[in-house]
């Protein structure tokens, strides 16, 4: 199985299957725009914890998500080709509605930050982290990358160490990002940022469906082979 030049069963090609893939679900270039707004009220080393704090939390659940969830699914019977297919869609869909509406998914993560912006609480985890910065889509779509491990035994862990590695690439982006979220702001803009949104969404949108196809082919290829066979 190969994504490009490179097998996935490579720690390298796995990285290179799981960064973009991860970058253009959870944005973290949009949605240090957003940190900056719902965090106007707080003084910059108040914002330097939060981020660091962010990027922490956001890591453990993008770990948690590729180690665990396909193993989980698979568990309650869900089979890896319909796991492939069922991640290729959602990740197909997800990117669908990035690419036709940013604008709406920028105002649904404004929402969703908004409790954020008043009160002197732990907001770290809820709702900075969880559902803004790694939410049920970005869950839902590390889960997806974890159902393209290879069959090769072997190939499994220098997979999962390419996600690994894609995974902290990306909370150490969220960490910088949104520590500097104003210098991010004053060079980009929103404009800026919705150019950025709609390219890593097309990425998405066809990295959704390179995994519903090889979930797709898994599937049919046992009844494609007993049909000739039989013909």
Not at 207 to 221: D, M, T, W
Request: proline share 6%; net charge neutral; aromatic share 10%.
């Amino acid at each position: 199985m190969e994504f490009g030049l490179l097998p996935v069963g490579s720690l390298l090609g796995a990285f290179l299957l799981g960064f973009p893939t991860l970058f253009s679900i959870v944005n973290p270039v949009g949605a240090a725009l957003t940190f900056y707004n719902v965090t106007q009220d707080r003084t910059h080393p108040e914002r330097l914890v939060l981020a660091r704090q962010i990027g922490f939390y956001s890591l453990c659940i993008l770990l948690g998500s590729l180690w665990l969830g396909s193993y989980i699914l698979n568990f309650f019977g869900v089979s890896l080709g319909a796991l492939r297919v069922a991640g290729g869609l959602v990740v197909a869909i997800r990117a669908w509605g990035l690419l036709m509406a940013p604008e709406t998914h920028e105002d649904r993560k404004q929402n969703d930050a908004a409790p954020a912006a008043g009160g002197a609480e732990d907001v770290a985890f809820f709702p900075l982290t969880m559902p803004f910065t790694t939410g049920p889509g970005s869950i839902s779509v590390a889960i997806a990358l974890a159902s393209e491990r290879p069959n090769d035994g072997r190939a499994v862990l220098p997979f999962f160490a390419g996600l690994t590695l894609a995974a902290i690439a990306i909370c150490v982006l969220i960490w910088v990002l949104y520590a500097f979220s104003g210098r991010v702001l004053s060079r980009l803009g929103p404009a800026g940022a919705r150019v950025v949104t709609r390219l890593a969404a097309f990425l998405l949108l066809c990295i959704g469906v390179q995994i519903l196809s090889n979930g797709a082919e898994s599937l049919l290829r046992p009844w494609l082979i007993d049909t000739i066979k039989h013909v």
